[in-house]
Each structure stands twice: as structure tokens, then as C-alpha cells.
């Protein structure tokens, strides 16, 4: 379809901001720009910290995790539509997006680091 995007390497701050929900590894860059743009994921995780982390979306209830060992194209295009439809995922990424931009930026923890001690 016109609307999707296959290639070895896309920015990813080039094409999240136009994305419905995320299909991905699972790894720690993609978890964590998806979240903050409050994209619900599909996550396959398969080696490092990507379980961990799909893991961690599914029970913020912000995606869904495939086992890439036993899924096939019906099972990920079921996920996504459930991903897409079920309004409930979209809303958790949202709150932890809200939660990402209340962060202290990185100066102000410093300071406060610093006046600790």
C-alpha cells in the first residue's frame, strides 16, 4: 500500500510523527520514541533487552508482544488491527508520552544532583 514504508534504515523522527502505531524489535531507541509520541507498538522481540522492553509496553498496556518464533503475517496483521481499533492502547502511550514531557530535562536533575551533595 501507499501508505507503508519498507527500507533498511528510515530516521525514525521522519516518519514517527506520521504513524498510526509502530511494528518493531522492541529495542530500547524505538520503544522509547514511539512512547514519547504516544504510538501504541507491536513489539517482536528476539535477543538483548527487547523482551525486557516489549515486555514493559505490554504491561503499561501501551502494545502487544508477538513471539517472532511462532508468528505468522495473520497473527501480526490481527495485532495490528487490534493495536488500531481498541482505543485503550493508543490511550496508555498517550498518558506515558504526558508523562515523558513532565520530565526534569537533564540540566535541572544535574543541579539538583549537585545541590544534593
Known sequence: PSNVIIDRFIPQMHVLPKASAVISHGGSGTVLAALSLGL??????FFADQPLN???VADAGAGLVL???STNAVMITEALA???TDQSFRQSAQQ??????????PA?????????G
Not at 501504541?40 to 522481540?45: A, E, H, N, T
Open 40 to 45: 501504541p507498538q507491536l513489539c517482536l522481540p
Open 67 to 69: 513471539d517472532l518464533s
Open 82 to 84: 487490534r493495536l488500531l
Open 96 to 105: 506515558i508520552a504526558k508523562e515523558i514531557r513532565e520530565m526534569p530535562a
Open 108 to 116: 535541572e536533575v544535574a543541579s539538583a544532583l549537585t545541590r544534593l
Open 54 to 56: 516489549a515486555r514493559a
